[in-house]
């Protein structure tokens, strides 16, 4: 018998949930004959015991039949994520990721994307390995900023791989759906796919994850709170009062959901002009600051309206890895190193923690309900914010 015989007889061994088998999908490795003797490693992407143990029940089962009596079979899977996070409080599902970035704003078209790809790039230029989650699942407009839009992400059993560009491991809705289609979210929806971002995909052990939210305090916001420990959170504001208004109630939210708050990012703050250089003063600036102080926090960086900026964004090419010397890129770099000294912080101080604003009611009943079961709620002690219901 031949190494040919044998890989024809697995053929007949088909991956659980897919209709492709073993050796087309690539997984049989090293198989070694010699008279009825057989050995092989099936290198497989799930960790799940049942999937290895149904793999090599029927693969010993098509050896059996070829006349082998002697069969060996490595079954290969990658390990179950290792403990790598800062924090070891309260909830995490992705716990091979170190530190949770969240960035918010209280309205739309502020610049939320544009700082997170930027402050992403940054922090991977200065050597850390960063994740971009694209968690705006009603605008996801990352793809394209990152220059990956059209790009499909590779399916491994029923995980999926994240892009990666600019150094940058990436994550968006509109990876996976058709260009301009559109979901219509329930909340239920909302939290399930925020979940399968943090769980089923394949991030490698990150420093940082960087995540672009929607707009507004919600469902999305909330999920995210319960679900990872939050290292820190970024609240993009552009200067007039009216995005301010706006901005105060993305900073409420964080103290409500236990998110330590690394600061504001003062965009489309002053107008550099293309043809002299020169700053001027469109929005209004240094308005924020007052804010930043009424919530304890600061500004940690200004960004102006520049042009580059929009067409770094329309084109996939962020002017932080593309325009390295310009002002904005040296202020979202700064911006970046700010950062990463208050997640040090943070975690030198005992790392988040987000066991208070775990859900208090149980498994099936909705914690805004207002009815019995919401009431009947075991309430946590040291919960004094509310922000275990997330809607008062
Ligand atoms: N500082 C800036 N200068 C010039 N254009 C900017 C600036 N910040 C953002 N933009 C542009 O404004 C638009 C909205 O920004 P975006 O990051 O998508 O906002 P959000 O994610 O908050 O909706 C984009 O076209 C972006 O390129
Ligand atoms: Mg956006």
Known sequence: MTQENVLEALKNVTYPGFTKDIVTFGFVKDVLVNGTTVGLTIDITSSADEVKAQLRDEATSELKKLGFEQIQINVKAPQAPKQMS?????????????????VSSGKGGVGKSTTSVNIAIAMA???????????????????????????????????VQPLKAYGVEIMSMGSLM????????????????IEQFLRDILWSELDVLVIDMPPGTGDAQLTLA?????????????????????SRRSLDMFQKLHIPTAGIIENMSGFICPSCD??????????????AKEYDTDVIARI???????????????????????????????AASTLLAFIDKVNAEGGADNSAVQPTTPPGVSACSTGAGAASAPAKEHDHSGGGCGCN
């Open 86 to 102: 800062n924090s070891v409080s309260g909830k995490n599902i992705a716990p091979h990721v170190k530190n949770f970035v969240m």
């Open 125 to 159: 230029m200065q050597g850390k390995k960063v994740g971009l989650l694209d968690a705006d699942i009603y605008g996801p407009n990352i793809p394209r900023m990152m220059g990956v839009d059209g790009q499909k992400p590779e399916i491994q059993g029923n995980k």
């Open 178 to 193: 058709e260009d301009g289609q559109s979901l219509i979210w329930r909340g239920s929806m909302i939290m399930k796919a």
């Open 226 to 246: 319960q679900s990872v420990p939050v290292t820190a959170g970024i609240t993009v504001t552009t200067p007039q009062e009216v995005s301010l208004d706006d």
């Open 278 to 291: 020169e700053e001027s003063d469109i929005f209004g600036m240094g308005t924020t600051v007052p804010v």
């Open 304 to 334: 102006p309206i520049e042009p580059a900026i929009r067409v770094g964004g329309d084109t996939g090419m962020p002017v932080t890895y593309h325009k390295p010397d310009s002002e904005t890129a040296k202020r979202f770099q700064e």
